[in-house]
């Protein structure tokens, strides 16, 4: 049964049929082929159960705010606030790059969105100033990453939704691993910059004055982030009343900067609910086949696999990472999630693993999905953005950072802290 | 065909506009409660009904991801292809779709009429009758499997007559996503 779902899953999906169908078809297959009784009966209930929630309207409630956010203009602000705090080091404006994704991914929920605004502010300042293309545009598709896994983060509310695990507490352990990510990121930049300063280029000499000038522009994304996340840490609101504020708060942001308008409203509008839809279809699909699995007896079938095998904990978690990684390659973030929830987070519990450490873990690996060829959305979406030049300039200049990416993984695996210590502390 | 499938498309727009609408009207039902429970108590049944509007938007907004081409598809063997080779993996992937919309909202149905059999309200202090969302809801299915017909009904004929970009334009891999 565990060869027939993964072998289908591949097949199926290598034939580019939409992934929510796949997970709806291989839930049909295991209900013909391996339940004594049948299950679809239930169909109707469990698409609507999966659907109707206050906990997943959380999803279209930060896909809208990132939406208005990006139309509002505050990203070309927040991007020449961070130049002046930034540049100086080594590397220059690629920290610039790394400070604006970090920011923005501390509020829009989405990375895709997030590599797509910076690349868009970003990019025609690369060419006149003469940085190195490829550095340049792989710092800000593997930055924008980062939107995944600072809180507020959609794949977290998903992975939470599927393995009922508490979304605040995956928010919490999401802020540590994502800080070190960009730190990391950032010295991986100073350390390519200080070898060869050619990658690198002039960034801007800010003073004191104009740095603090600009702080005000960084006002209202730190105000929106600190609401948002503040008031579900403190246990005020729940993650979609915290969503609806910074909806409103996007709002106001927009109105400040003159960018309110009718069409702006409306595309804002069809974008969240195509967005959210996308989404929903994966979720929805993952849920039915979630419900069959469990129904078929797939997780006995899995402990009875995993005690064939005779491997520690240890080695199979490395078997599982090795498995993300390769997928990761061909299949984008959320489906690769989505899809492999119902099989592998049964394993990861059954191993004595925390279910919240390894939703940190997983959204790494599948942060590397986004910037792996050749199925890398956010590699697309920065070359998309650039003028001219090869897509293999951004595939070369993505290569540090998706090391430090396996890095991060391993800290993680060697020190669990890192992702535990504020779920467990706060 | 061409007809109908644009005009299938200007109208899943609208319907995207309406459930983008229930959605922020979401939003501001939530605010409200928050801002209310400062002063006095709390509503309660705000959750209750975003869970509505999260189905409801959601079965009406799918129609228009696939109008958009925006549900996600692998298209690593897909993309080596010529137009032709292109066409059939959209061909197999539209009728993969139409046939399971089709065995969804069948699936549907049973729901809403066990809600208007028994009468079921929820189990909240709103006492909703449950016909009331789930005939939305599964409304939205429907719509999403006479959707997905009319794009594989219109895409087979594009097929057959061998116009393979046309195929491409209507059920292949959308450019935005």
């Known amino acids: 049964m565990i060869f027939f779902t993964s072998a289908g899953l591949l097949i199926l999906l290598s034939l580019s049929i939409p992934v929510g169908i796949v997970l709806f078809l291989l839930a049909f297959g295991i209900d013909i082929f391996f339940s004594p009784f049948p299950l679809m009966r239930g169909l109707g209930q469990v698409v609507w159960s999966s659907s109707n929630s206050g906990t997943l309207i959380a999803i279209p409630f930060f896909v809208l705010l990132g939406e208005i956010l990006v139309r509002s203009g505050i990203a070309r602000r927040t991007y020449s606030a961070l130049e002046a705090w930034v540049s100086w080091l080594p590397g220059g404006l690629i920290h610039a790059n790394i400070a604006t994704a970090t920011l923005f991914s501390a509020t829009s929920g989405s990375s895709v969105a997030t590599a797509a605004t910076v ?11 003469g940085y190195d293309p490829r550095l ?64 690198g280029g002039p960034g801007v000499n800010a003073d004191w004055s104009r740095r603090l000038t600009s702080l005000i522009d960084l006002v209202p994304l730190l105000t929106l982030f600190g609401v948002i996340v503040g008031t579900i840490y403190a246990g005020w609101a729940t993650p979609t009343e915290a969503a609806a504020v910074g909806v409103a708060m996007a709002f106001a942001i927009a109105a400040v900067h003159r960018s309110l308008s009718r069409e702006m409203l409306l595309a804002s509008l069809k974008g969240t609910v195509r967005t959210s839809a996308m989404i929903m279809l994966v979720v929805i699909g993952a849920y039915v086949l979630n419900f069959v699995l469990t129904a078929a007896g797939v997780s006995r079938a899995l402990q009875m696999f995993l005690q064939n095998l005779g491997l520690g904990a240890l080695a199979t978690l490395m078997v599982i990472v090795l498995m993300y990684i390769i997928l990761g390659f061909f299949i984008e973030t959320l489906s690769l999630m989505v899809a492999t ?55 070369v200049g993505v290569i540090p950072y998706a090391l430090a990416m396996l890095v991060m993984v391993g800290l993680l695996i060697i020190f669990p802290i890192i992702a535990l210590y504020l779920p467990t502390h706060l | 065909m061409q007809k109908i499938v644009s005009w299938l ?28 429970r400062q002063f006095w108590v709390s509503l309660g049944g705000t959750d209750e009904l975003s869970g509505y509007a999260m189905a409801i938007s959601t079965s009406w907004g799918i129609s228009y991801a696939l109008t958009c081409m925006a549900h996600v598809r692998i298209d690593l063997l897909r993309a080596r292809c010529a ?80 116009r393979f970009e046309r195929v491409n334009s209507i059920v292949g891999v959308g450019g935005e996503r």
């Open chain 2, 9 to 36: 498309k200007s109208f899943n727009e609208w319907l995207a506009i309406a459930a983008g609408s229930l959605l922020l009207g979401s939003v501001l039902v939530t605010l409200f409660d928050i801002i209310v």
């Open chain 1, 136 to 199: 340049f545009s792989g710092a800000i598709a593997a930055g924008g990453t980062l939107g995944i896994m600072i809180p507020p983060s959609i794949n977290l509310i998903v992975y939470g939704f599927l393995t009922e695990t508490s979304i605040p507490q995956l928010f919490l352990a999401g802020l540590v691993p994502g800080l070190l990510l960009a730190l990391l990121f950032m010295c991986v930049t100073v350390i390519i910059c200080l070898i060869k300063p050619s990658l």
């Open chain 2, 83 to 162: 137009s032709k080779g292109q066409a059939i993996f959209d061909i197999i992937a539209v009728l993969a779709l139409a046939s399971t919309s089709i065995v969804v909202a069948y699936g549907a149905w049973p729901v809403l009429v066990r809600a208007i059999k028994y009468g079921s309200a929820a189990n909240t202090t709103l006492e909703t009758p449950l016909w009331i969302p789930q005939s939305l809801w599964m409304m939205g299915w429907i719509w999403f499997a006479a959707s997905a017909l009319i794009m594989a009904a219109a895409s087979l004929l594009a097929f057959f007559s061998g």
């Open chain 1, 341 to 395: 929830i119902p099989i592998v987070v049964p394993i990861i519990v059954e191993l004595g693993y925390d279910k919240v450490w390894f939703g940190i873990l997983m959204i790494i690996l599948v942060e590397m999905a986004l910037i792996t060829p050749p199925v890398g959305l956010n590699l697309y979406v920065v070359q998309g953005a650039r003028r001219s030049g090869s897509f293999s300039d951004v595939i």
């Open chain 1, 119 to 129: 690349a868009s502010v970003a990019m025609p300042q690369a060419e006149k100033l």
